[in-house]
C-alpha cells in the first residue's frame, strides 16, 4: 500500500549544528508535502509545506528539499537550538481524490545538545 | 484568525464507560474536519473526517464513532471504552487542499 516513512527514528545534534530529517515516500502520486513539528504533550504544528512542482521551499531557518525522482523529502534546520527538541513528522496528500486526507510517517525524535 | 479548541485536556475513564470528546473551529467556514489517535511515541493514525454537516468517513473499523452536528463542531464519542482506546486523540481542521491545522489534543486514559 502506499507509505510514507523515515529512514532515522532518533536524531540527536549539538546546538547551532543543522539537522537534517529525511523522509521517504511510496506514493508516486502524492504531489503535496507537509513537515509538522511536535512537542511533547501538544498537537502537531505545522513548519513548512512544499508541492510536487517544487524541489526547494525555504523558510525561517526551515529548508524543505524534495526529489521526485528518488521519491524523497527532506526538512533542513540551521542553527538548531533546544526549543527544536520535538518529534518532526513528513505528510503527503496525493491527487485523484485523496486530497482531503494526509498521510503521516512514523515521526523522528529530534534532540538538541546544549 | 482561526483556533481550534478541544476539551477536555486529560481525561481518565473505566473500562465500559461512554465517551464524548468535543472540537470546535473558530474562524472560518465549511472546513473539513479530522480525528486522529497517537498511541505514546508512534505516529498519528486518522480515524474519522468529514467534508460537511452530517458527513462523517470512517477510516478504521473500531470502538468509536463521530458526528458532526454544526458546521464547526466535531465530536468524538463511544458507547463502551476498551483499554485499548487510551491515548492522545487530536481534532484537526483544513480548507480543501491545505495543510490541516491541529488541536491541542486530549489525553484519555482507560483504566
Known amino acids: 500500500g502506499e507509505s510514507v516513512g523515515l529512514h532515522l527514528p532518533t536524531l540527536s545534534v549539538q546546538e547551532g549544528d543543522n539537522s537534517i530529517i529525511n523522509c521517504a515516500y511510496s506514493?508516486?502520486?502524492?504531489?503535496?508535502f507537509i513537515w509538522y513539528k511536535q512537542e511533547s504533550g501538544k498537537g502537531p504544528q505545522f513548519i513548512i509545506d512544499i508541492r510536487s512542482n517544487m524541489d526547494k521551499r525555504q523558510g525561517q531557518r526551515v529548508t524543505v528539499l524534495l526529489n521526485k525522482t528518488v521519491k524523497h523529502l527532506s526538512l533542513q534546520i540551521a542553527a538548531t537550538q533546544p526549543g527544536d527538541s520535538a518529534v518532526y513528522f513528513c505528510a503527503e496528500t496525493g491527487s485523484g481524490g485523496s486530497n482531503y486526507k494526509l498521510t503521516f510517517g512514523k515521526g523522528t525524535l529530534l534532540t538538541v545538545n546544549p | 484568525s482561526q483556533t481550534i479548541h478541544q476539551w477536555p485536556a486529560t481525561l481518565v475513564q473505566p473500562v465500559g464507560s461512554p465517551l464524548s470528546l468535543e472540537c470546535t473551529v473558530e474562524g472560518t467556514s465549511n472546513p473539513n474536519l479530522y480525528w486522529y489517535r497517537q498511541a505514546a511515541g508512534r505516529g498519528l493514525q486518522l480515524l474519522f473526517y468529514?467534508?460537511?454537516?452530517?458527513?462523517i468517513s470512517s477510516e478504521v473499523p473500531q470502538n468509536l464513532s463521530a458526528s458532526r452536528p454544526q458546521d464547526r463542531q466535531f465530536i468524538l464519542s463511544s458507547k463502551k471504552l476498551l483499554l485499548s482506546d487510551s491515548g492522545f486523540y487530536l481534532c484537526?481542521?483544513?480548507?480543501?487542499?491545505?495543510?490541516?491545522?491541529f488541536g491541542p489534543g486530549t489525553r484519555l486514559t482507560v483504566l
Open positions: 484537526a481542521w483544513s480548507v480543501a487542499y491545505n495543510e490541516q491545522f
Open positions: 506514493n508516486s502520486a502524492s504531489d503535496y
Open positions: 468529514s467534508v460537511g454537516i452530517g458527513q
